[in-house]
């Protein structure tokens, strides 16, 4: 006898056997990908090849998930409609347990290296303070005051690492905020609020276990906060669009995403659909209207925070120069050429996979079920398409990252939770029997499972991290690169020249490498070849400040003051440079005899930072040598006003004290 809501395969509706059918396929084809990830093709598929650096038995544990998957769907027919309690005691003891378990979990599998995405970088500016970042405004913010709060004072200017596990408990905070919303998540799985506790927590620990969690891992990274808050909008735009609460929730929480991380504006089309609804209800249309004044408001004062962050930058400059990064800071693979070639298919359903696995495929796995279905648009479908279709589109047009693809598998973590959503929103309209539904649901949680199981612990292996990044196809010596850094990092220069020398041959239009080596060069006191190697790099990116400053710095160290002029004047004309770049620049047109020059740019200086010592006395000092005595005396009387108790300062009380 077939149980109750149960149905065998051949009378089921043909759009829950797409479903069963398409998940099998969708199974097999990860399967048979994850199997030549280990073989010599690990190179081609480094979004699936994380278990060939793990030993043998995690490569039974990731099958077992996924075979134990197949045998699910296979049997779906007869999968039992069993139900979790109705009610459950103690609720706020078993979530207070739950998230213990999750911030052990998050810690004790953290991330131990700092290979990928922007990681690195990261670790060495946190440390100084700097309060902006311009695609990531309020998250670096967030990070910085986090460090400064919560980290111990000693490690302040301490090597990478350090940094890295002083830091580690703002991924598990984060990441409890998102054990959180995902729970919610999970319970509007359903349309007509009939799914038992059962398919509720299935659905949200599908979502909790998706290759996008390691940024909760300890990964130091801007994406955290803002996937979390990006899944708050989300569940808040569900409830909106299934009639319950008001616009201005989702409207808030989507603005401060966007301050978050500036890529979420993708979601932007899902809010004007939900607006729309709002609209289109004679019941709630005044509520939205006010709702839309009030978010405008809140847009505006977005815009004036962000500029109290940085003077001239503004929620609209930084989407502007969004565009502009999006435009510019390309990898190896720039263009239409590019974004139409099998190696950019290749990254992009890599990455997916990564920050998935059950993201982009299991979401045209439940659409094609869904239209075979024939389900009307509903609200939440709307809402539900709305904000994957420009997410999978933004991803599909997205040329390589600067760092390459391999390296930055992030860059979609802040909406790669939508696909996931949008596909368990279009799973629950189709009205699935439970026990359908809780074998779909158990057979992607199995195999997510088998996936980010490994990709975490992977990452808790710096060892084999580094194995894994030798295999990446980055591109440009990138993978050499990051390898001779931590050699260099660590004090094995010999082992980092070897490195960096090897990224040279493989990419010689790198300008990090140049770079490198030159920083190499320095340290074994070659400060001649160094010079070389930074304008080789300044060749190549001559729109980069930091790199004139770096061979000025040598230059000046030569006492080479006439060829560090050029890189002064580039600073200039790239309105790049600070008071102290004038400063020296002053100093090199004072030696080199041009004193009416080296007045104006020394001036420049004094304008910039009207209380800086050196700028007082350099001024001074060539208005002496311009025969402008009284002029000299008032910058040298603001100096020992300023700076009684210097050397300097009694020279100058003496100087001034005489008969003119």
């Known amino acids: 006898m077939t149980p109750p809501n149960q149905s065998d395969d051949t009378t089921a509706a043909p759009g829950e056997r797409f479903l069963r059918w398409g998940m099998i396929v969708l199974i097999v084809l990860v399967l048979v990908v994850e199997v030549l990830a280990q073989g010599p093709l690990r190179t081609s598929f480094w979004g699936f090849h994380t278990k060939a650096y793990l030993p043998w038995v995690w490569k039974l544990l990731w099958l077992l998930p996924a075979l134990a998957a197949l045998v699910l769907l296979k049997a779906w027919p007869k999968f039992p409609s069993w139900s979790a309690p109705a009610r459950i005691p103690s609720r706020r003891l078993v979530m207070a347990t739950l998230l213990g378990i999750a911030a052990l979990l998050l810690w004790l599998f953290r991330t131990r290296h700092l290979f990928l995405g922007d990681n690195l970088p990261i670790a060495i500016n946190l440390p100084i303070g700097d309060l902006f970042h311009p695609r990531a405004p309020l998250s670096h913010l967030v990070l910085t005051l986090w460090y400064r709060w919560f980290c111990p004072p000693a490690v302040s200017g301490a090597d990478p690492d350090a940094v890295r596990e002083a830091a580690v408990w703002h991924g598990v905070f984060w990441g409890l905020g998102w054990v959180l919303v995902a729970l919610g998540l999970g319970r509007a799985v359903r349309a007509d609020r009939k799914a038992g506790n059962g398919e509720r927590a299935l659905a949200g620990l599908l979502l909790v276990t998706q290759g996008s969690v390691l940024v909760f891992f300890g990964y130091l990274e801007y994406y955290a906060v803002a996937a979390v808050v990006a899944g708050a909008y989300l569940l808040a735009g569900i409830r909106y669009a299934d009639g319950r609460g008001p616009l201005l929730l989702p409207a808030a929480l989507l603005i401060l995403s966007i301050g978050f991380h500036l890529s979420t504006t993708v979601l932007v089309p899902s809010f004007v659909a939900l607006a729309i609804l709002g609209l289109r209800d004679p019941v709630r249309r005044r509520g939205a209207l006010r709702d839309l004044a009030l978010a405008a408001g809140l847009v505006v004062l977005m815009d004036r925070a962000l500029a109290l962050l940085k003077p001239g930058f503004g929620l609209w400059e930084g989407l502007r120069r969004l565009g502009g990064v999006a435009q510019s800071d390309r990898g190896g693979g720039a263009g239409l050429d590019y974004l139409l070639s099998l190696r950019h298919v290749r990254d992009l359903i890599n990455d997916l996979h990564l920050v998935g696995p059950m993201g982009a495929g299991l979401f045209v796995v439940v659409l094609g079920g869904w239209l075979i279905a024939r389900r009307r648009m509903s609200a939440r479908s709307l809402f539900a398409l709305a904000a994957v279709v420009p997410v999978l589109g933004v991803c599909a047009l997205t040329s390589e990252p600067i760092l390459g693809y391999p390296r930055d598998w992030d860059i979609f973590i802040p909406v790669a939770s939508t696909i996931t959503v949008a596909a368990l929103l279009l799973l629950g309209e189709m009205s699935l029997g439970g026990g359908r539904l809780r074998a779909f649901l158990v057979a992607a949680v199995l195999v997510s499972l088998a996936h980010t199981v490994g990709w975490v612990a992977l990452n808790t292996s710096e060892a084999r991290s580094m194995a894994r990044v030798a295999d990446l196809p980055l591109g440009l010596g990138r993978g050499a690169v990051m390898i001779g850094n931590w050699h260099l990092r660590h004090g094995n220069r010999g082992e980092a020249r070897k490195w960096f020398e090897q990224a040279l041959r493989e990419g010689p239009a790198n300008p990090n490498t140049h770079e490198l080596l030159a920083v190499v060069n320095v340290q074994d006191g070659r400060i001649e070849e160094a010079v070389r190697y930074m304008e080789q790099a300044i060749a190549l990116r001559p729109d980069k400040p930091e790199y004139r400053r770096e061979v000025i710095d040598l230059l000046l160290k030569l006492e080479r003051c006439a060829d560090a002029i050029p ?55 060539i208005l002496i040598r311009l025969g402008r005595t009284d002029e000299a005396r008032t910058l040298f009387r603001r100096y020992a006003e300023r700076y009684p108790d210097t050397p300097q300062a009694t020279g100058i009380r003496e100087w001034l004290a005489e008969p003119r």
Do not use: I, K, M, T
Not at 580 to 593: P, S
Not at 604 to 611: C, G, H, I
């Open 567 to 621: 890189h002064f004047e580039a600073l200039a004309r790239q309105h790049a440079a600070d008071y102290r770049d004038h400063l020296y620049y002053g100093d090199c047109l004072q030696q080199a005899g041009r004193l009416p020059e080296a007045l104006d740019v020394s001036q420049s200086a004094l304008r910039l930072a009207p209380d800086s010592p050196e700028a007082l006395l350099q001024c001074g000092d």
